[in-house]
């Protein structure tokens, strides 16, 4: 099997160290394609084994095989023609995200991928299959919880800037004509396969939303920063089963009000909460017992050799070969990414955003 890694960066490396984890990997050949010399040396340092190229179309010219996955590490403003070219060499394409910066984008590389007869990826599968969100969905499919009703999505940062924070050398997180925009596409693209995944919606209504871009004395004078710091929207999700579930959703980057996060599913005879993200592994299920709250508390922490980080390649490594995998791929990868660009459309214009899914029961 061979993969082709396109950014010898960090996010390249960290896609190849998670190749290196998958069993068998020491027959895998690894590729890698950058423009720019001394991040191709540092990658080629890591990783020795791996072919070094300086351009992506020389490194994909190649005839290619049946299971070929093509690994796009680059920033967002690139991802649409890496993706095209990946798709239409004959390979699967596994994006960063986001996926693309627009609708158009998406659409366009839906209709390459389905042409080609491949698979297109996106990277923001890394909380899926964890285990307290497979509890989670546990509780969901048992009925305990009775209808769900509603969901609460929030979580709020006081002095952030997208991407910057951890990646400073990075200033394209803050230029929207790079970035395709801020706190919606940086983490956007995990909360919405987080509650995709969970609730497995047959469509989506974007009823509101806003955006803003709160200000610091610490905010970069030196670069372009025109993107969004902080969001809301009000959803609503129709199920397969016909009923509404409404989503209060909100990020943050920035905001001058509380820093928290909360995350909670609630129905008519319990509730569930717990963090899809790093703060916990504690899931906490309250329920009815004689009129009076009942709380069950419980972790579960994930004793995989693959986390967070290596599950994009693990899960379209596993799609590749028909293994059941949580890997978000083609229609669902799309109307993922359509969730984020429907709550800008729907900030800007203030009309309601509707979104019908094409895969529905099909997420596993």
Not at 5 to 16: D, L, N
Not at 227 to 249: F, S, T
Request: with cysteine; hydrophobic share 40%; net charge negative.
């Amino acid at each position: 099997m061979r993969f082709y890694i396109v950014g010898a960066g960090v996010i390249g490396r960290t896609h190849a160290e998670a190749i290196q984890k998958l069993q068998g990997a020491e027959g895998f050949e690894v590729k890698v394609a950058d423009p720019n010399p001394q991040a191709l040396a540092g990658f080629a340092e890591r990783f020795p084994e791996a072919v070094t190229h300086s351009d992506a179309k020389a490194m994909l010219a190649e005839a290619a095989k049946e299971d070929d996955i093509v690994i796009i590490g680059t920033p967002p403003f690139t991802h649409f023609e890496l993706s095209r070219l990946a798709l239409e060499s004959g390979r699967h394409a596994l994006c960063e995200k986001p996926l693309v910066m627009n609708r158009g984008e998406a659409e366009e590389l839906l209709k390459i991928a389905e042409a080609n007869n491949r698979l297109l990826g996106c990277c923001s599968v890394r909380f899926l299959g964890l285990p307290k969100m497979e509890e989670v969905k546990k509780l969901l499919a048992s009925g305990v919880l009775g209808d769900i009703y509603k969901v609460t999505f929030v979580y709020r940062g006081q002095r952030g800037r997208p991407g910057v924070e951890y990646q400073p050398e990075s200033k394209w997180f803050l230029d929207r004509s790079k970035a395709g925009g801020g706190i919606v596409m940086d983490w956007g693209p995990y909360d919405f396969s987080v509650l995709n995944n969970l609730l497995m919606p047959a469509a989506i209504e974007v009823a509101a939303a806003w955006t803003s871009k709160p200000q610091t004395q610490v905010d970069p004078a030196d670069t372009v920063y025109d993107v969004e710091g902080h969001v809301g929207a009000m959803l609503k999700y129709q199920l397969n089963d016909g009923k509404p579930v409404w989503v209060q959703y909100e990020r943050a980057h920035c905001t001058h009000g509380e820093a928290y996060h909360y995350v909670e599913i609630e129905g008519t005879l319990g509730a569930v909460k717990w963090s899809p993200y790093f703060e916990s592994d504690q899931i906490v299920y309250t329920s009815d017992k004689n009129g009076e709250i009942e709380a069950k508390e419980s972790e579960a922490v994930n004793q995989s050799k693959f986390g967070v980080m290596d599950h994009p390649v693990y899960f379209f490594y596993r799609k590749v070969k028909g293994m059941d995998s949580q890997a978000v791929v083609n229609d669902q990868a799309v109307f993922n990414f359509l969730c984020l660009q429907a709550i800008y459309d729907c900030a800007e214009t203030g009309e309601p955003q509707y979104m019908q899914s094409k895969q529905r029961n099909l997420i596993v």
